[in-house]
């Protein structure tokens, strides 16, 4: 366990779950890494709630090393809450998100520090290759970031994930942001700072199984695009106002027509397709509505981000 009063250089925050089989790899991995950068250093495994054994491999781990620390979550708030509190505990001068996966090579903390040793407050890794990722993801990842950055008031860097350094006013900037709701690619990105680019190639996971599926990576998409941009919202207004125009210069045809041919027969096939049409049109918008007014009744609870089990280990 590290001393109260130990000041690292570098912090690493781990979020886990359900990852028993990739702890000791993770750890054979980049220790002798973190020893290379001469550097003092802290690793932060944050426990979210896992169901199997990772705690235990964890907490195995850190009875014998000084360097190790471990934060256990009471459930399973998700990556994002994860994330938040590593970043919220680290004490690093400097603090490297990474997965332990080691689909991100812990090698590359090498050119990171390097790069931030030279000034730079944020050392983006940027996946050149993601040949490791199936292709509707590497597909779909795609389109995510292109739409989100036509649209958003900031720009979330293509193919860049959690793994990166940010200094420790980085960090602290991003302790200021009071939500709950929370997608830290667009917070890491919103803060901004001078930041630099180290390019790598995505790896495979080195055990088990991702977590994450078509369900969980959508609503992860939606939360991206609902929490840094409200064009969602403002594209209502001018469909709105282009249904009315068409409505309008429709209604006029028709008056026009009637009184110099005469009344056709009804035509209810149209009418109850155009009814149907304009009906679906309705409940789009307001289901996207109802996706920012559901985001503003949770973050007005002012619930906490996450909850800590104990707090003995950290």
Same mark, same amino acid.
């Given at each position: 366990m590290v001393?109260?009063?130990?000041?690292?250089?570098?912090?690493?925050?781990?979020?886990?779950?359900?990852?028993?089989?990739?702890? $000791?790899?993770?750890?054979?991995?980049?220790?002798?890494?973190?020893?290379? $950068?001469?550097?003092?250093f802290e690793?932060?495994?944050?426990?979210?709630?896992?169901?199997?054994? $990772?705690?235990?491999?964890i907490?195995?781990?850190?009875?014998?090393?000084?360097?190790?620390? @471990?934060?256990?979550?009471?459930?399973n708030f998700g990556k994002e809450a994860a994330l938040t509190?590593?970043?919220?505990?680290a004490k690093g001068k400097a603090v490297i998100p990474?997965?332990?996966?080691?689909?991100?090579?812990?090698?590359?903390?090498?050119?990171?520090?390097?790069?931030?040793?030279?000034?730079?407050?944020?050392?983006?890794?940027?996946?050149?290759?993601?040949?490791?990722d199936t292709l509707a993801k590497s597909l779909t990842a795609s389109l995510f970031y292109k739409f989100h950055n036509?649209?958003?008031?900031?720009?979330?860097?293509?193919n860049v994930g959690?793994?990166?350094?940010?200094?420790?006013?980085?960090?602290?900037?991003?302790?200021?942001?009071?939500?709950?709701?929370?997608?830290?690619?667009?917070?890491?990105?919103?803060?901004?700072?001078?930041?630099? @680019? @180290?390019?790598?190639?995505?790896?495979?996971r080195a055990a088990g199984e991702t977590h994450f599926n078509g369900w969980k990576l959508w609503n992860f998409a939606m939360d991206g695009i609902t929490s840094f941009s409200t064009v969602p919202l403002r594209v209502w207004l001018y469909l709105g106002v282009l249904c009315s125009g068409i409505a309008f210069f429709y209604g006029s045809f028709i008056i026009v027509k009637t009184i110099i041919f005469g009344v056709d027969l009804p035509g209810y096939a149209s009418l109850v397709t155009m009814v149907l049409f304009f009906g679906g049109v309705q409940l789009i918008g307001l289901g996207v509505m109802g996706e920012y007014i559901g985001r503003l009744y949770i973050e007005s609870k002012r619930r906490p981000v996450y909850i800590i089990e104990n707090n003995d280990e950290i």
């Open positions: 001393a109260q009063d130990f000041t690292p250089d570098l912090s690493v925050v781990c979020p886990c779950y359900n990852e028993e089989e990739t702890i $000791t790899p993770f750890l054979e991995s980049i220790l002798p890494v973190l020893e290379q $950068t001469a550097c003092s690793v932060i495994f944050i426990n979210d709630g896992s169901s199997d054994k $990772t705690l235990e491999k907490r195995s781990e850190v009875a014998y090393d000084k360097t190790l620390r @471990v934060i256990n979550l009471s459930r509190a590593g970043l919220d505990f990474i997965d332990v996966d080691l689909q991100d090579p812990p090698e590359l903390i090498l050119q990171l520090v390097s790069k931030w040793k030279e000034g730079f407050d944020v050392v983006l890794a940027k996946r050149v290759d993601r040949s490791s036509s649209i958003s008031g900031i720009e979330v860097p293509e959690d793994f990166r350094l940010i200094s420790r006013k980085v960090v602290e900037a991003i302790k200021l942001l009071p939500e709950n709701q929370r997608f830290m690619k667009g917070i890491f990105s919103w803060v901004g700072f001078n930041s630099t @680019v @180290v390019e790598y190639t995505r790896q495979p």
